[in-house]
């Protein structure tokens, strides 16, 4: 099928100045051209009349969980129910591609990918790892030791070399495009401080370049200054959260070129406590309760934007979506107001448009994605792109409300148009 988008100005996903008046060529799955000036709309299968407004690429999300951690106190086959619903929300808010930081999300993207259902592209890093007594550890892990490799909970437990090692490919075997570890301590688990280094540095080299050998890169759960900085010596490439940046940690990101999700939620930290979801216990009876980090946290993100902003660090955009959460309404919404606030417009749009382009080619042949490009809108990306009422490069707000999004597509099928 072809199809042209007529009469756009066009965020190509890396550059502030837009493109006015363009066209978009779209055949398949991919952009064919974009062009300006007069042309005939014969021989185009479809045509949709962009009306003068806004064209970006389709948005990335790059910490999402998709998939739910089996505890042993939810229903596997009611989450994967709840895990499609949410994956069709994220698409209609123009979210057409997600990387999940943990999870087992294999279903999903077969089902999403062969157009069963709705919903974004998925990147899988599969189960996350944990050392034993980490931010991934539980009773439940623990019950699972021995066959957790591939048994589908969304964490496994590793201690030492061999079992890193182990651990990595087996997440490979299961299909992931990255691998994703527990670097540092959390706010939702019950035996680690947030301050906990976890991985040993051999370890996580051992992690990293076991990964390399499958052609793809680590990303590293984590806070504090001492955990980022082990984390970027060992080789990881994309640092989730890191609300306690310092300034010799940002150099060091820096010149590494090393990715920083900064997941802007947790400036208010009490969600994690307040929207467990409907299987967690009630508060009065709960073993977690907030955690000295927690308000750290929030205290340090405005030294944290700042130096963000300062070393004109590569951040990307992420949620922290888990399926539990308030009423499984997916909050990216809020959240790119907060980026808006804390990185200006154009910083916050290229960390869901640009700069996830530069992250997918750190999966290089493991990319399940190879045949276009992803957060750029031009010749040779995929047909994933969004059509807004106002110029997000300018006022990134306007991300904040779904209804200035008229119009949203993927793989060059239309799943939301609103623009008649």
Known sequence: MKTIIKNVSVFDGEHAKLSERQHIVVEDQLVSEIFEGDFSEEGFDR??????????????????????????KSNPRYDAIIASVVAG?????????VRDAGSMTDGLKQAIDEGVIPGPRIYPSMNYLSQTCGHGDSAKAHENRDIQYRNPRGGVLCDGVAECRRAVREQFYLGASQIKIMAGGGLSSDCDPVETLQFSLEEMKAI???????GSYVLAHLYTPACMQRAIRAGVKSLEHGHWLDEETAIMIRDTGTFLNPCPQFTEAEVRWNHMGPYADPPETRRRKPKPGAARIKAQMEETTELIGRYKLKILF????????NRYEPRESLDFMEYKKRFGSFQGLLAATGNFHSLTRLTSYQNPYPNGEIGVLRKGSYADLVILKGNPVEDLDLLGNT???LLVMKDGQVYKNTLE
């Open 89 to 97: 929300k994220l698409l209609d808010h123009g979210i057409t591609t």
């Open 208 to 214: 990293v370049e076991t990964t390399a050998d499958y």
């Open 403 to 405: 209804e200035n999004i």
């Open 318 to 325: 992420g949620t922290d979506l888990m399926i539990t959460y």
């Open 47 to 72: 045509v949709i009349d962009g009306k003068g407004l806004y064209a970006i690429p389709g948005l990335a999300d790059a910490h999402v969980h998709l998939g739910k951690v089996h505890d042993g």
